[in-house]
C-alpha cells in the first residue's frame, strides 16, 4: 500500500485547500472524491471517464512533471492544462482548478502558427492557406 501524500488544490476563484491522497493515485479520482472536480460545469457528466480522450479534466500544475501521456506532451508545447487522469498524485503536488466553460482554457502568448484564415474565400473549399507566421493566439 503507498504511503499517503499532500497535495495542495486551488480553485478559480482563489481558494486553496490541502488533500491527503495515496502516493501514484490518478489526479483526477482525487479531486473527485474530494468533490474538487476538474471538469468544467458542462463536462461533469460528459466526458471519457478517465481514459485521457476528452481532455476536459485539465488543470494546471505549479512544478509539472514530465509529461508521458501523449495529449500532456502536445499541452506542454502550446500551453494547454494538464489531464488530471493521466497524472500521479506526488507529494507537495500543487494543482490549480481552472475556470472552464467547456474544455480546458490555453494560456495566451506568441506561437508560431502554420494556418491563417483566407479572407474573400466562400464557405465551401479549405479557408486556410498554409504559411509561416506567429501570429498572437
Known sequence: MSHPVTITV?????EQRELTAP??????DVLLDADRSPHGRYA???NCGGNGLCATCGVRLADPSDPDHWHDDLADRVGYPRLSCQLRVRDGMRVQLLD??????????????RYRPLTGLSTLGN????EQETVAV
Open 100 to 113: 472552464k466553460r467547456v474544455w480546458g482554457s490555453r494560456e495566451r502568448d506568441q506561437r508560431p502558427c
Open 23 to 28: 502516493a501514484g493515485a490518478v489526479l483526477r
Open 127 to 130: 479557408p486556410f492557406q498554409v
Open 10 to 14: 486551488e480553485t478559480p476563484d482563489g
Open 44 to 46: 461533469r457528466r460528459l
